[in-house]
């Protein structure tokens, strides 16, 4: 595991290790998507997700047609959005379950840890994209400081976490991090590169109109 690998799964876990339901969306035959919350068990964060299922709901025929899933994890009264894109895969795993299991769980699976109905989806994570907003007093100041600068007022960061397949020999993975603000110059630096793009247009039309009249 590279430093880079581990710097992005610490900043993940950082980011959802207080969020304890994420929204989880499979994808069926048909392409429709299929959306609901699901628990994160509680383990360290070490490139996957783990979450007890049933075995015979709508997810586990969904990931028997295409293992790829989405999850969302949402936190407004922090203001930190985590949007995650892997694959999942159900396991059966005795002894993970057992270090998983919470007594909460019984309320779903009242056979506990052996019960027949529970599966173990793990969730391979592949690429996280997150935004974060700083507090009201921290928005405010941007909003200010966007008013007296011209900028659009865009308070907070985002970033996106690369994470190379647990597999041999993976490339290395990499983290981005953008900014959420526009400057006003680059806003006007655009708007001057299309300009000689609607004058040659135009251009073009008044040449079209002069070859019409000839004929």
């Known amino acids: 595991m590279t430093d880079n690998k ?3 799964i610490d900043q993940l876990q950082a980011l959802i290790k207080d969020i304890g339901i994420a929204m989880l969306i499979t ?11 699901m628990a994160t068990q509680q383990a360290p964060f070490d490139g996957r997700l783990w979450f ?13 047609q295409s293992p790829q899933v989405c999850l969302v994890y949402s936190d407004s009264s922090k203001q930190r959005y985590v949007y995650i894109t892997g694959t999942g895969r159900l396991v059966r795993d005795p002894a ?31 690429r996280a994209s997150w935004w974060t907003v700083p ?4 928005t405010a100041v941007a909003i200010v400081s966007a008013l007296a600068s011209g900028d659009t007022p865009m308070p907070g960061d985002s970033g996106t976490l690369e994470f190379a397949p ?14 959420l603000r526009t400057p006003a110059t680059n806003v006007t630096a655009a708007k001057k590169a299309k300009a000689p793009a609607k004058r040659g247009r135009a251009g073009g039309r008044q040449a079209a109109r002069r070859i019409g009249s000839a004929h």
Request: no cysteine.
């Open 6 to 8: 581990q710097e992005a």
């Open 27 to 37: 994808h069926d035959a048909d392409g429709e998507m299929h959306g609901r919350p």
């Open 52 to 64: 007890f299922t049933s075995a015979k709901n709508t997810k586990t025929r969904d990931l028997a």
């Open 96 to 126: 993970k379950v057992k270090e998983l299991w919470r007594t909460a769980d019984r309320l779903w699976f009242p056979g506990g840890p052996e019960d027949a109905d529970l599966r173990l989806l793990e969730v391979t994570v592949e």
């Open 135 to 138: 507090g009201m007093i921290g």
């Open 166 to 179: 647990l597999l041999p020999n993976a490339p290395r993975s990499s983290q981005r991090v953008t900014r």
